[in-house]
């Protein structure tokens, strides 16, 4: 069982619907990451939370909008996606934003796009 | 900015011989390395880090990783394979001239499969 909770496992829409994807994690991590993963290559870093607070958004298009309402959620929320945006979402989190913290991760949402 | 390679898409060895997972990396200051672990339909797991002194590194279910700064490498390494370690294996760096932020890169993974 992993320590980072992610809800739904999958997850089926489309491309004019509005769904949210959330992430729990109870260790007291200060530091929540979302990460898209397309099937066979390395997660890619999306958003970074730090103290809820957005500290890293990596160009990300608009149709994804991220939340943070405390230190234990992370939500992602998704309007008007493309099918190419079907993928792995992967939260992840860690004590802080220092170098030498691993990151925790969760077993991820599994999108398609219709 | 840093970068890691996997250079092998692929490792196949036999159960019980010893396995390596090959990485190398770059980096403008100290590197802070770490390996993953990927099973199918789930997320990454956390093996192992390396962030300064010795540099053999020893983590989660027998996995060992040799931090080499000559070469630039940090091999994952397991004396005797087993079929269960059969998954995706993800290298990856900070740099410590990062250490506002949060960029961690990672590297193209290495599927590892252990044959009976």
């Known amino acids: 069982d992993t320590e980072v909770t992610q809800t739904p496992k999958h997850l089926v829409m489309g491309m004019t619907n509005k769904k949210s994807l959330k992430c729990e994690q109870h260790?007291?991590?200060?530091?929540m990451y979302w990460y898209k993963q397309k099937a066979k290559k390395p997660p890619e870093l999306m958003f970074v939370y730090s103290y809820e607070k957005l500290s890293i958004n990596e160009s990300v298009p608009s149709r994804f909008s991220p939340e943070c309402p405390n230190s234990s959620l992370l939500n992602l929320h998704l309007h008007a996606l493309q099918p190419e945006d079907s993928a792995l979402y992967l939260c992840a989190s860690s004590h802080g934003q220092g170098v030498n913290q691993p990151q925790h991760f969760g077993d991820g949402t599994r999108l398609s796009i219709l | 900015a840093q970068s890691v390679a996997q250079p092998e898409d692929q490792v196949n060895v036999a159960e019980g011989n010893p396995l390596t997972v090959k990485c190398t990396y770059s980096v403008s200051g100290n590197p802070y390395l770490f390996w993953y672990v990927q099973y199918p339909n789930r997320g990454l797991q956390f093996l192992l880090k390396?962030?300064?002194?010795?540099?053999l590194v020893k983590g989660s279910y027998g996995f060992e990783a040799e931090f080499n700064k000559s070469q630039t490498s940090f091999h994952l390494k397991k004396p005797s394979a087993l079929v269960s370690d059969s998954a995706l294996y993800f290298c990856?760096?900070?740099?410590?001239?990062?250490?506002?932020?949060?960029?961690?890169?990672f590297g193209a993974g290495t599927r590892l499969t252990v044959k009976p």
């Open positions: 990856a760096v900070r740099d410590q001239t990062t250490i506002n932020n949060n960029d961690m890169r």
């Open positions: 260790m007291g991590h200060r530091a």
């Open positions: 390396y962030i300064t002194g010795d540099n």
